[in-house]
């Protein structure tokens, strides 16, 4: 019996549907931390709340029993799909408004399992020696990049709204920015790190570096931050640009 396995078959299903937590979250009315115990199997779920997501999944009653007791539970709930035709219930895209301070629990709780997803991805991250290590590097800093900017904008419709958002959020705001400079750290002596050691020091203005790179000042900034890939065509000219900044600060 293994709540993680059965957890990760959950999970499954959820991103074959291309849900995110959020999204189950609000099928269900099973809070976004409540969900991710359960695809980890942190804890034991309340018998309401696995009733709750076999529902929004589309799942039959008992799916969760079965997939505890079996095997292999990523097999045994493809069986049970196979077996069953699921009705997916529709998601109601419409915006959320914040109700004050009963959302921003919401908002922490998105917060804290985007942070441990984060943490989850960066613990099996390859070897600095393997030739994709940079690539995966870059991809996670996109996925820390975009949830600290979510966080950061929970934040400000939480106050904006008049709850007390307190500390948590501007928290996980920085624990998301300390992650995030902690990997590009392990990129230090990229192209992308060293074009923004270059930035840096040239103390010219945005604008004036987008024009001699031949770049939008918004590109560069996701290219210094780790965020997106080198395009091919300025190459020679962001090391051209590196080389003389380096150039003027030895003279």
Known sequence: MSREAAGAALRSVRESRDWSLADLAEATGVSVMGLSYLERGARKPHKSTVQKVENGLGLPPGTYARLLVADDALAEVNRVLTEHSPVIPRRDTAAVIVDRGTDTAVFEDYAEAQLEALTAVIERLPARSDS???????????????????????????????????????????????????????????????????????????????????????????????????????VDRIRAFIADVDRNRGQ
Request: contains cysteine.
């Open 132 to 234: 994709g290590y940079e690539n995966i590097v870059r991809s996670v800093i996109a996925q820390c990049l975009k949830a600290e900017r979510l966080a950061a904008n929970s934040w400000k419709v939480a106050v904006t709204s008049g709850a007390d958002a307190g500390a948590a959020l501007l928290g996980h705001v920085r624990a998301l920015e300390s992650i995030r400079r902690a990997l590009l750290d392990r990129l230090s002596e990229s192209l992308g790190a060293q074009l923004d050691r270059a930035c840096a020091h040239s103390g010219l203005p945005e604008s004036v570096i987008a024009g001699l790179l031949g770049l939008p000042v918004e590109q560069i900034w996701d290219i210094r931050n780790g965020s997106a890939a080198l395009p091919p065509n300025a």
